[in-house]
C-alpha cells in the first residue's frame, strides 16, 4: 500500500515535470521592434479557377500563388500579352502542378491579371488591390 501511493507520488510529479517542460518551449516569441511586418496572402488556382476573385492588401505585403491544378499556369498582370500594366507581376516560365510563386507588391494600385497560359480564361482571370 505505502509502495503504491510513492509510485503515484512519483508519476504525479514526472506529470508536473514533463507538462512544465511542454508549456516553456511553447512561449511566443518577443514581437517584433519594427513596424508592420508584411501579410503574405494566398491565392490557390485550382481546376475550378481562383479560388479568390480579388484580394486587397498593402504596400509591401505579398500574393503566393499556389497552382493546385493538373496543369501549368502563369499568373501575369494585365494586358496580355505585354503584362505592361505591372511588368514585375509576371511569373514568367510559370508555374507547374504542385508549384507556388510569390510576388512581393510594391506599388500601390488595381492590377488586374490573366493566365498567361490560357490568357482568355476568365475563370484564370483576378485583380489584386493593393493600398
Ligand atoms: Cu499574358
Not at 506529470?15 to 508584411?38: D, E, H, K, R
Not at 492588401?57 to 499568373?75: M, T, W
Not at 496580355?80 to 500594366?85: G, R, V
Amino acid at each position: 500500500m505505502k509502495y503504491k501511493t510513492l509510485k503515484l507520488a512519483a508519476l504525479t510529479a514526472a506529470f508536473i515535470i514533463l507538462g512544465a517542460g511542454c508549456s516553456s518551449t511553447q512561449t511566443p516569441a518577443p514581437p517584433a521592434a519594427t513596424g508592420p511586418q508584411p501579410t503574405t496572402v494566398a491565392i490557390t488556382l485550382n481546376p475550378q479557377g481562383l479560388d479568390k476573385k480579388e484580394v486587397t492588401i498593402k504596400v509591401g505585403d505579398l500574393v503566393e500563388f499556389r497552382n493546385s491544378d493538373l496543369k501549368a499556369h502563369s499568373p501575369a498582370s494585365d494586358p496580355h500579352p505585354s503584362h505592361t500594366a505591372y511588368p514585375e507581376f509576371d511569373a514568367k516560365g510559370g508555374l507547374k502542378p504542385g508549384d507556388t510563386w510569390t510576388f512581393k507588391f510594391e506599388k500601390a494600385g488595381t492590377w488586374k491579371f490573366h493566365d498567361h497560359a490560357a490568357a482568355k480564361d476568365k475563370k484564370f482571370q483576378g485583380v489584386v488591390i493593393v493600398k
